[in-house]
Nanobody, 120 residues
Framework: QVQLVESGGDSVQAGGSLRLSCAVSEDIYSRRCMGWFRQAPGKEREGVAHHYSGTGKTYYTDAVKGRFTISKDNAKSTLYLQMNSLKPEDTAMYYC?????????????WGQGTQVTVSS
């Protein structure tokens, strides 16, 4: 059973930055697709960013393009999400996932989430 543990969530003011980390219990070099999702209160979970290891291609939802960057460190078995120019609408619980299909919600393993709160 692969375990994922997110960290880095915090409360920040609008315009600020955060870097989320997702530590994975097993090697991530060969994991085809990894992603970040978020869920705000009363809303459905949405995909934020995905990383396809085959080509290194990344995918972002329109709301975060140009502000968020997904990356991974294979040596550390860690997935990252750098979030800049944060907005109040970015407030949500953020989850990482692995072993899935990029740009979908079809992922096998999920973390427990880390809370991001952005105040205006």
């Amino acid at each position: 059973q692969v375990q994922l543990v997110e960290s880095g969530g915090d409360s920040v003011q609008a315009g600020g930055s955060l870097r989320l980390s997702c530590a994975v219990s097993e090697d991530i070099y060969s994991r085809r697709c990894m992603g970040w999702f978020r869920q705000a209160p009363g809303k459905e979970r949405e995909g934020v960013a995905h990383h396809y290891s085959g080509t290194g291609k990344t995918y972002y939802t329109d709301a975060v393009k140009g502000r968020f960057t997904i990356s991974k460190d294979n040596a550390k078995s860690t997935l990252y999400l750098q979030m800049n120019s944060l907005k109040p609408e970015d407030t949500a619980m953020y989850y990482c996932a692995t072993d899935g299909v990029c740009n979908t919600h079809a992922y096998k393993y999920w973390g427990q989430g880390t809370q991001v709160t952005v105040s205006s």
